[in-house]
Structures are given as structure tokens and as C-alpha cells.
């Protein structure tokens, strides 16, 4: 903490209230190319809630899940999947379901979508399944934003059978994580 004397010296060449600064500040030029910086990142969202974008999109089926993040909407009807990127909603990738997901986790590159029939399921933006992480005693049921989480290499799901134990599967594979210890 500053002592009084030391806050007087301090705010001595302070403008008194009132009045104005008569000359101008130099900054420097890393002030300056720092508030160009901030004023790019600015201005497109300023620009976005200024012009508001409204995009309807209708399903042939009832939403049964959807989850929106890092960039895209995944929205599931009880027979299909539908992939928006939030830079082009036109054109969804599309895909067939076998059964109705009960959850919807994501990441940058991937997301997991849960099934109470088939299981576990990584996929990619493209539509693509990428692995189905599985272990005895899983019980999809018992899944829900608590008990699964995802990273961008590993999956981490409570094991319903020992809620002391969590499970690590490699994205990529489904199988587990031998170098992860929980």
C-alpha cells in the first residue's frame, strides 16, 4: 500500500476535476497496435449484434437432442443426426441413427453421442464414426453430463459399477488409456 505522501506525489500531476489535459499523451506505438488488435477482435461482434442473424431451421421429425459448440450444432431426431457448421447452415452433413441419442457431449474435433441400445459413440464433424469406447459393466443409462466428459485425445466416463473409478479411453481408438491414472 501506498503511504499518503507517496499517493500525493503521485496524483500531483493529475488534472484537477473539471478541468482537461491540455497536451497530448504519447502513448507509444505498442498502445497503439494493441488497441488496433482489441478494435479487429471488436468489431465483428459488434457487427453481429448490431445486424442480427436469424436462421429458422425445420426438421421432417421431433428434436429428440441437440447441442451446440465450438462451432457447430448437432441437432438428432429419433432417425437422423444433422451437423451445422455455424459458418454455413445451409448445408448439414446428415447421417442415418439405428437409435434415439440420449446425449450429446463435444470438443473441438469430436463429439460423443450415447444411445441406450448400441452404447458410446465418437464421431467427427464429418459425420464419420471415429470409435465406440466400451468396458464390462457400462450401463449407458446411467450417462449424462456428470458421469462422461471429453477432451480433444480422451474421453473420461464415471464407471457406474465403482464410482470411485473413472475410465479413460483414447479418442481415437476407444481403447483404454494405459498412461492416464485415475
Given at each position: ?18 478541468e ?18 482489441v ?16 436462421e ?59 444411445d441406450s441400445l ?35 485425445d480422451?474421453?473420461a466416463?464415471?464407471?457406474p ?11 481415437a481408438?476407444g481403447?483404454?488409456?494405459?498412461k492416464?491414472?485415475?
Amino acid at each position: 500500500p501506498l503511504s499518503a505522501e507517496e499517493l500525493d506525489a503521485a496524483t500531483k500531476d493529475d488534472p484537477a476535476e473539471g478541468e482537461s489535459l491540455t497536451e497530448p499523451i504519447d502513448l507509444g506505438p505498442h498502445f497503439l497496435r494493441e488497441y488496433r488488435r482489441v478494435m479487429q477482435m471488436v468489431k465483428p461482434i459488434a457487427t453481429n449484434l448490431l445486424k442480427p442473424h436469424v436462421e429458422n431451421l425445420e426438421f421432417r421429425n421431433r428434436i429428440i437432442e441437440m447441442s451446440m459448440g465450438h462451432g457447430h450444432l448437432i441437432v438428432t431426431t429419433a432417425a437422423q443426426c444433422y451437423l451445422y457448421s455455424i459458418n454455413n447452415w445451409n448445408t448439414p452433413h446428415i447421417f442415418d441413427l439405428r437409435y434415439p441419442v440420449s446425449l450429446i457431449i463435444q470438443s473441438d474435433r469430436h463429439f460423443v453421442m450415447v444411445d441406450s441400445l448400441s452404447g458410446v459413440h465418437v464421431y467427427n464433424y464429418e459425420g464419420r464414426v471415429v470409435s465406440n469406447p466400451n468396458f464390462p459393466g457400462l450401463r449407458v443409462e446411467t450417462l449424462n453430463h456428470r458421469t462422461i466428459s471429453m477432451s480433444r485425445d480422451l474421453i473420461a466416463i464415471l464407471d457406474p459399477s465403482n464410482t470411485k473409478q473413472v475410465r479413460v479411453f483414447d479418442v481415437a481408438s476407444g481403447r483404454p488409456d494405459r498412461k492416464s491414472v485415475v
